[in-house]
């Protein structure tokens, strides 16, 4: 699986919208990006995942570049409840529904501020 | 609602001591995970399990064993507890057959002492 690179921490003030930024430059064709995020003492709760077109869904939307070298979680309206450490995984999408272990980096902090 | 489940959320226990932690799923998910987070380690695999008497090692597996007789649950046993093994353990499952298959959903964790 590729290696990610995630800025350690980040802020956001309440209402406004968190890009979270993640660099996967070696990612190959048939991986995906997923992202998790942990909010403190709880267990780590999937967001979103893609291959290369862009994905929105309930909780966030997902930018992935063209080349796929790197790609942005976006939290449109960011609450306090959003604080939490956010995972950028780059990972192969198994065929027979077995699922891979998902390595986890040091991921993002996000703090979101009143 | 379909939900996985972790127990004991909080156990202390003595260097040398057996201990088993539960985890139970109702996803009918075939694929089950255990990982540990420590500080400054992020989170590590330790064993996973892809069906019913299938287990494989993770990254951290010496130390550690699992089981899967059946679907819903994976055990994990600690054989002979040490003061290294104090962590947070959390539990893992994917497989529900549709395009977020291989999506995995994690439990509340588990806080180990092991004094």
């Known amino acids: 699986d590729a290696k990610t690179t995630q800025p350690p921490s980040m802020d956001c003030a309440e209402g406004r919208a968190a890009n979270l930024p993640c660099n996967h430059s070696?990612?190959?064709?048939?991986?995906?990006v997923y992202w998790y995020r942990q909010i403190h003492s709880q267990g780590p709760q999937y967001i979103i995942h893609g291959l290369k077109n862009n994905e929105t869904n309930e909780m966030a939307s997902l930018i992935i570049t063209e080349d796929r070298k790197s790609s942005t979680l976006i939290l449109p309206h960011a609450t306090l409840r959003d604080t939490a450490v956010y995972y950028c995984?780059?990972?192969?999408?198994?065929?027979?529904?077995?699922?891979?272990?998902?390595?986890f980096g040091q991921g993002t902090e996000l703090s979101v501020k009143p | 609602d379909a939900e996985i489940t972790q127990s004991p959320r909080h156990k202390i226990t003595e260097t040398g001591r057996q201990v088993t932690l539960a985890c139970h799923q109702t996803?009918?998910?075939?694929?089950m995970f255990w990982y540990r987070q420590d500080l400054g380690h992020g989170l590590r695999l330790i064993h996973y399990s892809y069906g019913v008497h299938d287990t494989n090692k993770g990254e951290v597996s010496d130390g550690y064993s699992v089981s899967r007789s059946n679907t819903e649950d994976l055990p994990l046993t600690l054989e002979s507890a040490a003061s290294s093994q104090t962590s947070v353990y959390f539990c893992?499952?994917?497989?529900?057959?549709?395009?977020?298959?291989?999506?995995?959903?994690f439990g509340p964790g588990t806080r180990l002492t092991v004094l």
């Open positions: 893992a499952s994917s497989g529900g057959g549709s395009s977020l298959a291989d999506t995995q959903y």
């Open positions: 070696t990612i190959s064709g048939n991986e995906y």
């Open positions: 995984i780059v990972r192969v999408l198994s065929v027979y529904n077995q699922g891979g272990k998902l390595i």
């Open positions: 996803w009918n998910h075939n694929n």
